[in-house]
């Protein structure tokens, strides 16, 4: 891998992007490198991953516009369709996936961060959708994930005046749930996956996949989404013993960890 780190910290998987020259920009060889980083993961050891840039400045600052600018139509459209199955992969992976974003969100950035399941923030970060200034569309699922995030208006107020927004901003507006001095960054979120890989990782997942499928679909189908999924937390050793133990009246013996089974 020359552009994708990952690093195993218990039960937590972290990826960097390391581009830092380009500020951490999408081409094809990082999304092949990412893509296969994401095939990679131990499933059965990793119960939450986070996803950052590396440096100070970027979280990453968009797709490569260099590797676009020569496209023809239908290669435009490949390399979407290259993003956007990467990004996808991402979005459905079973476990939660927090982006540390540490400065730049821009174009494919954004997107990236969108198809994460919690998104954090330094306080240096800037979000944006400049890519209306450049000629194109939001090519890696902007156009969909940024409304279902913060809303129809705001996102195609951002999306059509291709202004940037600085962290305060995203806050407000629900794109990131916490905003913290750069340096604090990484420790809160290492701190935020440490929290859900204690939880019953059965049940943790079948949370993420119940929200995401269910957002699908109407009301009516999406409760049947839920009740199937419920129903296949029980009879597991996490179930049994996670209510056993809070039934347990004594509590004389110290919670012991989720099995993932």
């Not at 139509?73 to 996936?97: Q, S, Y």
């Not at 291709?162 to 340096?183: D, F, H, M, S, T």
């Not at 420790?187 to 204690?198: F, H, N, R, V």
């Not at 809070?246 to 960890?257: A, R």
Request: proline share 3%; charged share 25%.
């Amino acid at each position: 891998m020359e552009f994708i780190t990952f690093e195993q910290k218990d039960q937590i998987g972290i990826i960097t992007i390391n581009r830092p020259k380009a500020l951490n920009a999408l081409n094809s060889q990082v999304l092949d490198e990412l893509n296969e980083t994401l095939d990679s993961i131990d499933l059965n050891t990793t119960r939450a991953l986070i996803l950052t840039g590396a440096g100070e400045k970027s979280f990453v600052a968009g797709a490569d516009i260099g590797e676009m600018s020569t496209l023809t139509k239908a290669e435009g459209e490949a390399f979407g369709k290259k993003g956007n199955d990467v990004f996808r992969k991402l979005e459905t992976l079973p476990i939660p996936v927090i982006a540390a974003v540490n400065g730049f969100a821009l174009g494919g950035g954004c997107e990236i961060s969108l198809s994460c399941d919690i998104r954090i923030c330094s306080e240096n970060a800037v979000f944006g959708q400049p890519e209306v200034g450049l000629g194109i569309t939001p090519g890696f699922g902007g156009t969909q994930r940024l409304a279902r995030t913060v809303g129809v208006g705001m996102a195609k107020q951002m999306i059509y005046t291709a202004r940037n927004i600085k962290a305060p901003e995203a806050l407000r507006i629900g794109l990131v749930n916490a905003v913290y001095p750069q340096e604090e960054l990484m420790a809160q979120a290492e701190k935020l996956a440490s929290t859900i890989a204690k939880n019953a990782p059965i049940a943790v997942r079948n949370c993420k996949k119940a929200i995401n499928d269910g957002l699908q679909v109407d009301m009516d189908q999406a409760i049947v989404i839920e009740e199937k999924l419920f129903g296949d937390c029980f009879e597991s050793e996490d179930q049994k013993y996670g209510m056993a133990f809070f039934l347990d009246k004594n509590k004389d013996k110290v919670k012991e960890p989720f099995q993932n089974k």
